[in-house]
C-alpha cells in the first residue's frame, strides 16, 4: 500500500505566465501569507484602502489577465465593503487557479466575512483547489473543516488518505504561524 500523499496530484502555480514585476498596487495591497506575492506584505490593517484600490485598479486596466493583481484589487475592495465588486475579480483569479485566491474565495463562502454570500459547497471545492495548488492554509484548513462537517452535505471529495495527504505536505512547510 502507498502513502497517503499518493492520493493526491499536488500541483505547482506556474507565475511565468503574467508579468512578476513589482507594481504599485503590490506595495499597497500584496497579502502578507500570499505565496505568489512579489512584494512584502501589507497587514489588513495597515492597508491604505483609497491609494491602494487606485492603484490596483490602473494596474489591472493595463495588465487586466494577471490574476495576483486581481487578486489584490479584489482583497482591498472587499477590505472597503464592496464584495459584489470584488466577486468577479477573485473569482477571475481563482479561475486561473490561484492558490491565494482559491483559499479566500472559498473562506469568503464558508464563513459569510465582509458579508459575502455563504456557499458551503462552493467553499469547500475552492479550499480543497488550493490545498492542491500548495496554499497551507488550505491543507491546514481543509480537512479541519471536513472533520468540523461543514462540507458533509456538498459533493466535493472528502477522503481520508486526501485529508491525511494535505496535512503531510503541510509539515513540509515551514509551519511559522501553523503550529
Known amino acids: 500500500p502507498g502513502s497517503a500523499a499518493e492520493a493526491v496530484e499536488f500541483r505547482q502555480w506556474d507565475p511565468s505566465p503574467y508579468s512578476q514585476a513589482v507594481t504599485e498596487c503590490d506595495l499597497l495591497a500584496a497579502h502578507p501569507d500570499d505565496p505568489n506575492r512579489v512584494a512584502p506584505g501589507v497587514g ?3 492597508v491604505k484602502l483609497p491609494a ?3 492603484a490596483c485598479e490602473t494596474e489591472l486596466a493595463r495588465d487586466p489577465k494577471n490574476p495576483r493583481i486581481a487578486y489584490q484589487l479584489a482583497r482591498v475592495l472587499t477590505y472597503s465593503g464592496r464584495v459584489a ?15 491565494q485566491a482559491l483559499f479566500v474565495t472559498g ?5 459569510g466575512a465582509y458579508q459575502a454570500r455563504k456557499d458551503f459547497c462552493r467553499a469547500g471545492e475552492l479550499i480543497r483547489e488550493s490545498a492542491i495548488w500548495g496554499r497551507l492554509a488550505g491543507q491546514l484548513g481543509y480537512p479541519a473543516y471536513v472533520l468540523a462537517g461543514r ?8 477522503d481520508r488518505d486526501e485529508l491525511i495527504a494535505f496535512v503531510e505536505r503541510a509539515q513540509q512547510s515551514r509551519l511559522e504561524f501553523y503550529p
Do not use: M, W
Not at 85 to 99: K, M, R, S
Not at 151 to 158: N, S
Open 44 to 46: 489588513t490593517r495597515d
Open 52 to 54: 491602494a484600490i487606485a
Open 85 to 99: 465588486e470584488a466577486v468577479p475579480h477573485i473569482e477571475g483569479a481563482a479561475a486561473t487557479n490561484y492558490p
Open 107 to 111: 473562506y469568503l463562502y464558508l464563513s
Open 151 to 158: 462540507f458533509k452535505d456538498c459533493p466535493v471529495r472528502q
